[in-house]
């Protein structure tokens, strides 16, 4: 079953606005991490946040990560049309250790308006 | 995308054939992975391996097989006993370690007609 959740489905904004979209996930987990994917293409690592950090950033990108409440955020500033394209948020459930695959969510979905 | 290769990037073939996705790496990690798309979803893990001549079943194995004969190789073969094949197929791979970044190919978009 997928474990993380992405809200919302969709998201349509001016260029130039922020973009907040945010993850729930069931686990526990390790890390969480976000991913891009431009249609018909492979997905683009973004970001990884670890279970001990609450807010890490990476050029426009910030996310957040609550553990008490199974949530993450991704927040992308100052929007540009290049920016269309699906996010997912993907979870490495806590299993001891190992490479035995991430958890994706359905993915939401950005439009940037020129 | 990063290292990895997918061949071919669009297959079609006819129900009840059997077809082999192709996945080739060159950043010497250790850990390869196969998901599957499918329209307006996420990824679904289908079988990962931490190391050559080993392998372990994902959420959806039923109807695929795979084989790690080489370190930079991880073919998927999706078999006639897959219900519902058309999908497209992303291969991904990482260090070995703990479940880091994903490197992921461009995919192959298969159609069983």
Redesign the interface.
């Known amino acids: ?2 474990q ?1 959740e992405e809200d919302p489905q969709a998201l349509s904004i001016q260029e130039g606005e922020n973009a907040t979209m945010n993850c729930s996930y069931k686990t526990s987990i ?2 969480l ?1 976000w ?1 891009r994917q431009n249609s ?6 973004l970001i ?1 946040i670890r279970s001990n950090e609450r807010e890490k950033h990476s050029g426009r990108l910030r996310v957040t990560l609550d553990t008490s409440k199974k949530s993450s955020s991704l927040l992308i500033t100052a929007s540009r049309a290049a920016d269309t394209a699906s996010y ?1 948020c ?1 979870t ?1 459930a806590y299993s001891g ?11 939401t979905h950005l439009i940037i308006q020129p | 995308d990063g290292g990895i290769t997918q061949s071919p990037k669009y297959l079609f073939r006819k129900e009840g054939q059997n077809v082999t996705l192709s996945c080739e790496q060159n950043l010497n990690h250790d850990a390869m992975y196969w998901y599957r798309q499918d329209p307006g979803q996420g990824l679904r893990l289908i079988y990962y391996s931490q190391i050559v001549n080993d392998f372990q079943k994902g959420d959806i194995a039923e109807g695929y097989s795979v084989s790690r004969e080489k370190k930079e190789s991880f073919p998927l073969t999706v078999t006639s006993a897959q219900k519902n094949p058309t999908a497209f197929y992303l291969c991904a791979s990482s260090p070995m370690g703990t479940n880091n970044e994903q490197f992921f190919g461009p995919g192959t978009r298969l159609t069983v007609l």
Request: net charge neutral; proline share 0%.
């Open positions: 079953s997928q993380g390790n890390n991490q991913y018909g293409r492979g997905l683009v690592h990884l997912f993907a490495d250790g190992g490479a035995d695959g991430l958890t994706f969510g359905k993915g």
